[in-house]
């Protein structure tokens, strides 16, 4: 069975402050994506990463995928209160069907 | 572009009912995938379907649930004699392609409370 554990759960920071989440499975993904969820809403894509090394980067979040692809990363610098919100790491099950295995979420909190 | 659409957004039933889920994917989009999120846990897969056929239904409980996609309409994912622990939010995703990079587009949600 494929998972992905990520890390930390739940993160409080004041703004400005820098953070990194942490995806990590013993199992090798085709690519795998993050997620940001409100409250409410469903799961909205932020990236996928697909190339193991692949460094991406979306204004001030930078996502790494690793070289074995078997983890990744979220960094985010100078979080700001916006940033607030549930991130999920989601990747593609060996099945091939293209079903989503997600990890449990990083709950982020930023304080102003 | 409408984005996927689900209903009800909100749905409250008694022990016993049943519930139905209705996802419309997005436009040119074929492949329709339901996800389960209960309370202080990850999404977690139930079934993915294709216009009138269901390809992959391995996370679907054994009982009582059921799911379709026909040619006219949106997907339905019903469930029968609900039970407490089926309150959960139940999201739909569509793609265009089930490619092995395929990027999925999340519903807003149902969810479903069973008191």
């Known amino acids: 069975t494929q998972l992905l554990e990520q890390s930390p759960q739940f993160l409080s920071i004041q703004e400005g402050e820098n953070l990194t989440v942490y995806c990590n499975s013993s199992?090798?993904?085709?690519?795998l994506q993050w997620y940001r969820q409100e409250p409410g809403e469903g799961p909205v894509l932020l990236v996928t990463?697909?190339?193991?090394?692949e460094v991406k980067k979306l204004k001030r979040l930078t996502f790494q995928f690793g070289d074995a692809r078997k983890d990744s990363s979220l960094h985010i610098t100078a979080a700001q209160p916006g940033d607030t919100g549930l991130y999920l790491c989601?990747?593609?099950?060996?099945?091939?069907?293209?079903?989503?295995?997600f990890g449990q979420g990083t709950t982020l909190q930023v304080k102003p | 572009n409408a984005g996927v659409m689900q209903n009800p957004r909100h749905l409250v039933r008694r022990r016993g009912q049943e519930a139905r889920l209705r996802c419309s994917p997005m436009?040119?989009?074929?492949?329709v995938y339901w996800y389960r999120q209960l309370p202080e846990e990850g999404l977690k897969f139930m079934v993915y379907?294709?216009?009138?056929?269901?390809?992959?239904e391995s996370g679907m409980p054994k009982e009582r649930f059921s799911a379709e996609f026909p040619k006219e309409g949106p997907s339905i994912l019903r469930i029968q004699q609900v039970v407490r622990g089926d309150s959960a939010a139940y999201f739909c995703?569509?793609?265009?392609?089930?490619?092995?990079?395929?990027?999925?587009?999340f519903g807003p949600g149902t969810r479903l409370t069973v008191l």
């Open positions: 995703a569509s793609s265009p392609t089930a490619a092995t990079y395929n990027e999925q587009f």
């Open positions: 199992s090798v993904f085709s690519s």
């Open positions: 989601a990747g593609i099950g060996s099945s091939n069907t293209g079903k989503l295995i």
């Open positions: 990463v697909v190339t193991g090394g």
């Open positions: 379907l294709q216009k009138e056929n269901i390809i992959d």
């Open positions: 436009k040119g989009h074929s492949h």
